[in-house]
């Protein structure tokens, strides 16, 4: 008789797999430590190329989608059935770090890896999920793989994506040799029975409090926009101040905006960032005749993130009313947030129950490819400790104990949810 998910011996190659994220780190368009892997560049590609070869040495099958998403299945005993799936991303913002979806990515192959050797034998197939552009570097967008597996951006929206140097969705991935029809990526109905996501938290309240598992019960919904801003140039000598449409100063206003709106929304989890400045024509003696901003707004609640928006477009209004500014604000993207499956949380908490390892239950401030996996099927996700909650920078460290606590715990919870 095979053993059952409750008595499993599982044996982990912890070495293996910390080679494995120092190995994917060094493919990197960044010099160590930092780590700089843009969606569809050479770099990428090495890295997609890196994970395929590492699925296929676990004795998975490989296949990847019209748009990248790449896909590693351990076929079960009734293959009919909805599978349990696992999985993160690979692609990094510029100057990130090495774990920040890989452990989701490698730390899922590692678990399958050890429920293999022990023998188990999975009534669901089992499938770890690479997926496609989780980072918005490429076209601004995040999540692109997974919002298109959920069937949550539009054929039309994704066709009309466009890189800074103006190069179209279906134009890179056509160069990177991912084949085949937009429409077959999404997702059949009932094709995945649930998935769990495993990853460094990207903030302190682990390691702050002691504790190796945080089991997310929510994931704050994401909303972005882009905000373009036309006034006048002049040279900055000859143009008197109180004639001045300086572009930039309308933009500095609604910075400042996005700010007060975060922290006077009623919620402590709203907040808001403005990560992109475009200045013209960008010289010291010159004022701005052209700003443009991009604004990212987030929350657990959608009433709070609603009035952050509002004090924003107010202060576009007004900002450029008295300086004579011509302001159009575009909406990228706003997501709903999404709830943690009660259900798949508990199996999790309990196996963290038995194997005598502290949890806590929290809110994910940052979204991830479980927010539209959660449209597919029930979702939740496994944390673990980062130090100083660093995140998106070199720094960026994981401790190998901690990594492998939350491979042990994916492992198990996979196995109650497919055996």
Known sequence: MKPGPSSLALTFDHPGLARAIEELALISEAPAPAVT???????????????RAQAAAAGLTVREDAVGNIFARWEGSEPALPAVATGSHTDAIPNAGRFDGVVGVLGGLAALGALRRSGFQPRRSLEAVMFTAEEPTRFGLGCVGSRLLAGALSLEKARALRDREGRSLDELRAAAGCTGPLESVRLAPGCYHSFVELHIEQGPLLEQEGIPIGLVEAIAGPS????????????????????????????????????RGAKGSGSPDTVGTTGVWRIEPGAINSVPFFAQIEIDLRDTRLDARDRALAEIRRTAEDA???RGVKVEMAEINADPPAAGDPATIAIAEQVCAELGVPCRRMVSRA????LFMARVCPTTMIFIPCRNGWSHRPEEFAEAAHIATGVEVLARTLARLAG
Not at 238 to 254: G, Y
């Open 224 to 259: 972005a926009y882009r905000v373009s801003l036309r006034g006048e140039g002049g040279h900055a000598g000859a143009v008197l101040m109180p004639v001045r449409h300086d572009a930039s100063l309308a933009a500095a206003e609604i910075a400042l905006a996005v700010e």
């Open 367 to 370: 979204y991830h490819d479980s």
């Open 37 to 51: 892997r843009v969606l569809f560049s050479d770099t990428d590609l090495r890295g997609r190329a890196y994970v």
């Open 320 to 322: 450029g009313r008295r």
